[in-house]
């Protein structure tokens, strides 16, 4: 008897011991993470030729979060943002039917941006529940929409492999688009049945190529439902003579999904040679956006302000499709004093129908940015000339920005 009353109490002993330091592991990986804040301010103006006022938008954004430490695979992320314009708003945020200013995407908003619980498990796989952010390639498909003031997130499951050598595999179930312009916007979130798969392998020393498919029900904008799979090529640069070149090329097909009331196919294609010298580059691009039955190629979850131009003339297809001729040059560099870096880059893009080969116009854009003692600040501008599509647009913005 004396015997199991000392096993009995070694027993508790031992559990308490370990519950002890169970206790400990979790609450330093509860106060040990790390917390971050941005802000970052911008003036954008903006000056449509069928409207009859020019935008002034001034706003701040303010970003702040917290990340905890790995507890036996997992941790939790968690970040707010506050979003207020100073001065009169003399633009329209989205919200205005019929305003007379043109749209300045980054309206006022105070939200939850990202909450999350992320799960290292078994296998090199990688659970991760929650509100995200998921960037996938280029941003051309699905990403974060990051210039704007509001980030775009979505409410998701994750599921990240890599246990096969040189191999990533993802899948995402999204049912909710957090958009850049809010929730009070009349473009508004989207609730949306989505899955995104994608197969990426890095085994040839040539390259990454990765294939993909996106299946977005989107109950908000039935027209925007699709299908899309595709194959992308990145190509490792090479060294032509002293000359740095590599490319992307890109190929994808989609149709009508899920509640599209519509029938449709229309193709995507995509080539971007790029030439480097030191801190100068060249990028050269042609991208189409087809069209079938009078529907154009969509992209509704892309980071849109990259593509296209800066202008955003194109951030809907047009039912004819898209064809953009373009090129970059950029320059940038790290090693001069006092700056952590200089850039400075500018660029032109001309656009036609995809189908009838009609001219739609081109854009001009210049830019400049410099970080300095971790401030980046920022000046860029762009003007469209429309030729048969859209009014002629000019945009300017400014920013600064400082992580804390």
């Known amino acids: ?20 330091v169970q206790a400990g592991e979790f609450t330093d990986a509860l106060t040990g993470g790390g917390a971050w804040l941005d802000l970052r301010y911008r003036t954008e103006l903006a000056d449509q030729e069928n409207l009859p006022r020019n935008a002034a938008a001034h706003s701040l954004r303010s970003r702040a979060g917290y990340a905890t430490g790995l507890y036996r695979g997992l941790s939790a992320l968690a970040e707010y943002e506050y979003i207020f314009h100073l001065g009169t708003e003399r633009f329209n945020n989205g919200n205005e039917r019929g305003s007379p200013y043109p749209l300045v995407a980054d309206p006022d908003t105070a939200e939850l941006n990202q909450a999350a619980l992320r799960y290292e498990g078994p296998l090199q796989t990688t659970f991760i529940l929650g509100r995200q952010r998921i960037v996938h ?30 191999t990533e595999l993802r899948y995402e179930y999204i049912s909710r688009a957090n ?6 916007s009349a473009f508004g979130d989207w609730e949306m049945d989505g899955h995104v798969i994608s197969a990426a392998w890095q085994g040839w020393r040539a390259g990454k190529l990765t294939g993909y498919g996106y299946l977005f029900d989107i109950d908000d904008r039935q027209d925007l439902s699709s299908q899309t799979y595709g194959v992308r090529w990145d190509a490792r640069a090479i060294d032509l003579h002293g000359i740095s ?3 992307s090329a890109e190929a994808a097909w989609q149709s009508d999904y899920g509640n599209h009331r519509g029938n449709y196919d229309a193709g995507y294609y995509l080539l971007q040679p790029s030439f480097s010298k030191g ?9 189409v956006l087809g069209s079938g039955n009078n529907t154009g190629f969509s992209t509704p979850l892309a ?23 373009m090129a970059d040059l950029n320059y940038q560099r790290t090693d001069i004093a006092p700056f952590d870096m200089l850039r400075v880059w500018g660029g032109a ?17 210049a830019a400049a940015a410099i970080l300095y003692r971790g401030v980046y600040s920022e000046i860029k501008a762009a003007g469209y000339e429309a030729d048969g599509f859209g009014p002629d647009t000019e945009k300017l913005w400014m920013t600064v920005a400082k992580d804390f």
């Not at 801190?279 to 991208?287: D, F, R």
């Not at 893009?349 to 854009?365: C, K, M, R, T, W």
């Open 179 to 184: 958009r850049i312009f809010g929730r009070e």
């Open 303 to 325: 980071t849109l302000h990259k593509f296209q131009g800066f202008t955003d003339n194109f951030n809907a297809t047009p039912p004819g499709g898209i064809r953009d001729l």
């Open 1 to 20: 008897m004396k015997l199991a009353c000392r096993a009995f109490t070694l027993a508790i002993m031992a559990l308490s011991s370990i519950a002890s």
């Open 279 to 287: 801190p100068l580059s060249l990028t050269i691009g042609y991208e």
């Open 349 to 365: 893009h001309h656009f036609s129908a995809q189908q009838g080969g009609h001219d739609y116009g081109q854009e001009y854009y």
């Open 245 to 247: 070149f590599k490319y």
């Open 137 to 166: 390639d280029n941003e051309r498909f699905i990403g974060d929409a990051g210039f704007r003031q509001n980030m775009q997130t979505f409410d998701a499951l994750s599921l990240l492999n890599r246990a096969m050598p040189k």
